[in-house]
């Protein structure tokens, strides 16, 4: 009833206990956590609030961001990108799936 107050709505995802019991309990076994987020706009999809939970549970864990579909975004935005994730601390890799994929069709045909 807040958040409704507050004009803020949850989704019934975000409402679901068992999903976040989950989550608590992957973060709490793991030394590295991956986020993935999309490259045509990272900080929109990025969770800043997995990144400040994964940091209070422990300071060995480790938080690190796969940037997918690196291969929609030019090179210069990409770079860009990884001197923001840079200066911020946060560990990001850059990767493509659909590059991969084709990577492993020509392989499959050699």
Known sequence: ?????????????ERNLDFWRQLWRCVERSDLLVQIVDARDPD???CRDLARYVSEVGKD???MVLVNKADFVSDELRARWREYFHSTGVDAVFFSALRELRRQQREQLS
């Open 1 to 13: 009833q807040v958040s409704q107050d507050e004009g803020l709505f949850m989704t019934p995802y």
């Open 61 to 63: 864990k480790r938080l």
């Open 44 to 46: 929109f999809y990025m």
